[in-house]
């Protein structure tokens, strides 16, 4: 079994409707959220047990970046919020594994703790686009 450590994962980011391909190095912790629906199909078959089957999938992501207004990735993700543009972002594990879609930036919150240096928590969420969500 190979261990993989979060340091080593990437997130990419570039412009919607292709693959990132820009290093985000301005991201602390990320979390990237996968599930599905589910619609219940228990029938007399399934002998008193209540079963389901997965439908439509979703996914959302959540991550910190510094707040640097001189740094191009966090400028990326304000403007992708502010202007409702969306941006290419590929999460991968650091060896090209992970999920590439078109994303709407859909939190972008401000967090100024008293004693460490003021974040962003930016949500993301896959956006109608020409090409959906894939995992590599």
């Given at each position: 079994m190979a261990v993989v450590l979060g340091l080593d994962a990437v997130l990419l980011r570039g412009q919607a409707g292709q693959t990132g391909s820009t290093e985000v190095k301005n991201v602390k912790d990320l979390t990237l959220n996968l599930?599905?629906?589910?619609?219940?199909?228990?029938?007399?078959?399934?002998?008193?047990?209540?079963?389901?089957?997965?439908?439509?999938?979703?996914?959302?992501?959540?991550?910190?970046?510094?707040?640097d207004t001189e740094d191009?990735?966090?400028?990326?993700?304000?403007?992708?919020?502010?202007?409702?543009?969306?941006?290419?972002?590929?999460?991968?594990?650091?060896?090209?594994h992970g999920l590439d879609a078109d994303f709407s930036i859909t939190g972008?919150?401000?967090?100024?703790?008293?004693?460490?240096?003021?974040?962003?928590?930016?949500?993301?969420?896959?956006t109608a686009s020409t090409r959906a969500p894939v995992w590599k």
């Open positions: 599930e599905s629906g589910e619609a219940d199909v228990t029938t007399r078959a399934t002998q008193g047990w209540k079963a389901s089957i997965a439908t439509l999938k979703e996914a959302s992501l959540e991550f910190g970046i510094l707040y191009a990735d966090f400028t990326a993700f304000q403007e992708a919020y502010f202007s409702n543009t969306p941006i290419a972002l590929f999460i991968t594990d650091g060896d090209s972008f919150s401000v967090e100024q703790p008293l004693e460490e240096a003021l974040t962003v928590s930016v949500t993301a969420k896959p």
